[in-house]
Antibody
Framework: QVQLVESGGGVVQPGRSLRLSCAAS????????MHWVRQAPGKGLEWVAV????????RYADSVKGRFTISRDYSKNTVFLQMNSLRPEDTAVYHC????????????WGQGTLVTVSS | EIVLTQSPATLSLSPGERATLSCRAS??????LAWYRQKPGQAPRLLIY???NRATGIPARFSGSGSGTDFTLTISSLEPEDFAVYYC?????????FGQGTRLEIK
């Protein structure tokens, strides 16, 4: 069965960096685009970034452009989110999701990893 | 970016009743709209995609309709597990955007 497991969250000071991982299993990883979405405590969903199935196309929300980088490792079936210059407003649970093939909708989601940016 | 506005913010109903949730887009998204349900402490689950298609394993009590800028999610007869937060999402234009959510609570 499809599984997505995020890791790498934690408490970090403003201005520092963190790298999140999303380990995927149960499907052909190279066939699907992968996304990151975040949810601040008690708030709604905010889309963050996407990487295409072949890794050639990457897009970002304006709120993270220039600070976050999405990448993927096909040998490890893992997608990453490198987060630099973190701000308190980046505090959230970060979920990855697998696209429904051919659509930019999430048909499988991970449970998320909490990132807290605080001094 | 396309803004999705969901209404009402909170809907109070009883099990067995019919629920109607709305999502309005700031510009046309054609039929490129999905609905998700998020239970407390869980990840969202895809219910409806491209406005009216039920996702795999989603029961028939869930239906979606609409196109352009106005969309509706209908739950024909509420089950206990349906009391949760619902989000709409558009994929018509980048960036992908979500509505702010509708909380469906037990009356």
């Amino acid at each position: 069965q499809v599984q997505l497991v995020e890791s790498g969250g934690g408490v970090v000071q403003p201005g520092r960096s963190l790298r999140l991982s999303c380990a995927a299993s149960g499907f052909i990883f190279s066939n699907y685009g992968m996304h990151w979405v975040r949810q601040a405590p008690g708030k709604g969903l905010e889309w963050v970034a996407v990487i295409s199935d072949d890794g050639t196309d990457r897009r970002y929300a304006d709120s993270v452009k220039g600070r976050f980088t999405i990448s993927r490792d096909y040998s490890k079936n893992t997608v990453f989110l490198q987060m630099n210059s973190l701000r308190p407003e980046d505090t959230a649970v970060y979920h990855c999701f697998k696209e429904k093939r051919g659509y930019s909708y999430g048909d499988y989601w991970g449970q998320g990893t909490l990132v807290t940016v605080s001094s | 970016e396309i803004v999705l506005t969901q209404s009402p913010a909170t809907l109070s109903l009883s099990p067995g009743e019919r629920a109607t949730l709305s999502c309005r887009a700031s510009q046309t998204v054609s039929n490129y709209l999905a609905w998700y349900r998020q239970k407390p402490g869980q990840a969202p689950r895809l219910l409806i995609y491209d406005a009216s298609n039920r996702a795999t394993g989603i029961p028939a009590r869930f239906s979606g309709s609409g196109s352009g800028t106005d969309f509706t999610l209908t739950i024909s007869s509420l089950e206990p597990e349906d009391f949760a937060v619902y989000y709409c999402q558009q994929r018509s234009n980048w960036p992908i955007t979500f509505g702010q959510g509708t909380r469906l609570e037990i009356k």
